[in-house]
């Protein structure tokens, strides 16, 4: 029986795992962390409408019925090829096949120091702190007396419009709109700015002009600046200089610009096309070591005619590659090229506000929400999970109401410099 070393347990990982014939392999998934999660739902976390338990699953929990399954926890330190052997922070593991599928990080395209100066959601830790980070604005700028401080404690930017950038601007501009009245009642909606700024002259590039639209209106309404072609080109004590030249001050910059494949230690330069990732051929392999290395989803880099710069790093192409691939392992030959399905994309703005673009048509409103949140609610995985998330769902609908607002501070950890100043 064969070995199957997967590095990464995000979408294509885990339904790699699952589809992989337990009578011809054996599994071993390596990740730092002990549970998949839902990263379209990290802005959430970061808004306060959800808390990670709702979006995560224990790797363990999903495997225990598979027996030719293993988890191992670990951050890969190197990987020798020669060996056919990864290092992880705990162990050194062996194996006949390899699969890198450890998905992407931040991309702060060269801006040195942005990482710490900077918060994210591209994890789930990021996206818990970012929710504190938020509600220690609104607490501290509650205590401010001084009304230029204050609003320059209230003054949020968020660089990158994709669906990312649009969905946690969104959210913070409902919670300008709608909760600042009720639960922080010393502050006026004056006081709050957020702006959402996007290097080119489009809301959501890979979307059609009326899903586009519709977005800017969405967030316009939401009390959201929307500015496009506009570029960051640096952040300097809370300064944010645009490439135009001028300087504007933002206590709070979530950064969702850019992504980059996971860097993984020991791969060969040549194998590394741009934005870190991976080159494969059109059966997820790599080139130079066809029988033993594959990489799918988002730090695989596949380039094709439809795809010039590779397929979106999303969900759909991660999870439809993993499919292909597990059938080329299964069958023994490589005989299924890999052609993605574009089944559509999808962002939500806020209450009753989404777009969609499927089948070739494009629509919002009310009738794109509610099918963004059942396709979001049904890929969750966990039963439990998913009632959780349709009852806060429900509840905040209904009353724009939540207990989740729990700014949770690390006790052991070294504070950021400016949290109790």
Not at 199 to 209: D, Q
Request: positive net charge; glycine residues 10%; hydrophobic residues 40%.
């Amino acid at each position: 029986m064969e070995k199957i070393v997967i590095i990464g347990g995000g979408f294509a990982g885990l339904n790699l795992c699952k589809r992989l014939d337990p009578r011809k392999f054996e599994v071993c998934l390596v990740d730092r962390n002990n549970f998949h999660c839902f990263p379209p739902l990290f802005y959430q976390i970061a808004s306060s409408g959800l808390v990670a338990a709702n979006i995560c699953f224990p790797f363990r929990r999903e495997f225990r019925k598979m027996r030719n399954v293993s988890y191992h926890m670990g951050h890969v330190k190197d990987i020798d090829l020669a060996r056919k052997t990864v290092t992880t922070s705990y162990e050194t593991i062996g194996f006949d096949r390899l699969v890198l599928a450890a998905g992407s990080t931040n991309n702060y395209f060269g801006m040195k120091g942005l990482g710490e100066e900077t918060f994210g959601i591209k994890t789930v830790a990021e996206a818990s702190h970012t929710r504190d980070e938020i509600l220690d604005r609104f607490e501290r700028g509650a205590l401010c007396r001084d009304r230029k401080r204050r609003r320059q404690l209230l003054s949020f930017l968020v660089v990158g419009g994709g669906p990312s950038g649009v969905e946690i601007a969104g959210a913070l501009g409902e919670m300008k709109k709608y909760i600042l009245g009720k639960e922080y009642p010393e502050l006026e909606p004056g006081d709050v700015t957020i702006t959402l700024v996007e290097g080119t002259s489009r809301l959501l590039g890979a979307m059609s002009g009326k899903a586009q639209r519709k977005a800017v209106e969405g967030l316009e309404d939401l009390m959201v600046n929307v500015r496009l072609d506009t570029m960051m080109k640096d952040y300097t004590d809370k300064y944010v200089t645009f490439a135009d030249g001028h300087r504007e001050y933002y206590e709070t910059l979530i950064w969702t610009a850019g992504v980059r494949g996971e860097p993984m230690p020991g791969l060969p330069a040549e194998a590394l096309g741009p934005g870190g990732r991976i080159i494969v051929d059109e059966y997820n392999r790599v080139k130079g070591h066809e029988d033993c290395l594959y990489a799918v989803g988002d730090i695989a880099l596949m380039v094709t005619d439809g795809y010039p710069k590779g397929h979106p790093q999303m969900a759909q192409p991660a999870i439809q590659q993993a499919v292909n691939l597990s059938k080329n392992l299964n069958g023994g030959s490589f005989s299924r090229k890999f052609v993605y399905k574009d089944k559509g994309s999808m962002a939500t703005i806020g209450k009753n506000k989404a777009v969609a673009d499927i089948a070739g048509m494009s629509f919002g409103g009310f009738f794109a929400w509610l099918i963004w949140m059942i396709i979001h609610l049904m890929s969750i995985l966990g039963m439990r999970n998913k009632l959780s998330v349709l009852v806060n769902w429900f509840w905040n609908y209904l009353f724009y109401n939540t207990s989740l607002r729990l700014l949770l501070r690390p006790a052991r950890f070294p504070l950021r410099r400016h949290w109790g100043d």
